[in-house]
């Protein structure tokens, strides 16, 4: 069965240093893998995905990730943070539906990381 | 606008009672998903549809029901049989087949039984 880490529950960085979120997936084959961010009491909104190619992704907001296949990550980061980028961050991975066909919210999420941003 | 709407934001209801979350989608997508979110659990699904009329169990589906019978709607029934039903539930749409998508979230419903 898939599953995913997010080893640390909880983050502070101060505003305009760097970030990295951890995040380390089980699957059998090629993952799908994606960062949401969730604000408080909202849904969830998408930073970026891999699927294939390019392991280093680029997202929405600044975010980047790379994808890992030896060491089982997709670690997210961000080379300056901003006070607006507090919120819990989710990474998932994906897999493939039954009926021949792939549904991509399917998903296996970590625990959450949540970001807390100092001024 | 194309989007997924989940109403109500809020629910309240008494224990021993089924409740019923609306989740309605625009954006025409097959695929259609439960997931209810605990603090410090992440997401796990509930329930999933990839066509009107049928659908999977995921992998907390007891003490829970769905329907599939408009492609656009897919609603939750938390039953009686639910042992700790307080949770925040989101629905989420997606497309099937199609390579480098992903899924769109609705905005949720908190749920509390008291």
């Known amino acids: 069965a898939q599953s995913v880490t997010q080893p640390d529950i909880h983050i502070t960085v101060s505003e305009g240093a760097s970030l990295e979120l951890r995040c380390n997936y089980s699957y059998g084959a090629t993952p799908y893998l994606f960062w949401y961010v969730q604000s408080p009491g909202q849904g969830l909104q998408l930073l970026l995905k891999y699927f294939s190619g390019d392991t280093l992704v680029q997202g929405i907001k600044g975010f980047e990730a790379e994808f890992k296949r030896s060491q089982s990550s997709f670690n997210l980061r961000k080379p300056s943070v901003h006070w607006s980028d507090a919120a819990e961050y989710f990474c998932a991975v994906g897999a493939i539906g039954n009926a021949g066909g792939t549904s991509y919210g399917k998903l296996t999420f970590g625990q959450g990381t949540i970001l807390t941003v100092h001024p | 606008d194309g989007g997924i709407t989940q109403s109500p934001k809020y629910l309240f209801r008494k224990e021993g009672q089924n409740v019923t979350l609306s989740c309605e989608q625009n954006l025409n997508h097959d695929a259609m998903y439960w997931y209810r979110q605990d603090p410090g659990q992440g997401l796990r699904l509930i329930y999933y549809?990839?066509?009107?009329?049928?659908?999977q169990k995921g992998d907390i589906a007891e003490g829970y029901s769905v329907s599939r019978e408009k492609k656009e709607s897919f609603p939750l029934t938390v039953t009686s049989a639910q042992k700790n039903p307080t949770a925040f539930y989101l629905c989420?749409?997606?497309?099937?087949?199609?390579?480098?998508?992903?899924?769109?979230f609705g905005q949720g419903t908190r749920l509390t039984v008291v």
């Open positions: 989420a749409s997606s497309i099937v087949g199609e390579i480098n998508t992903e899924a769109f």
């Open positions: 549809s990839q066509i009107v009329n049928d659908f």
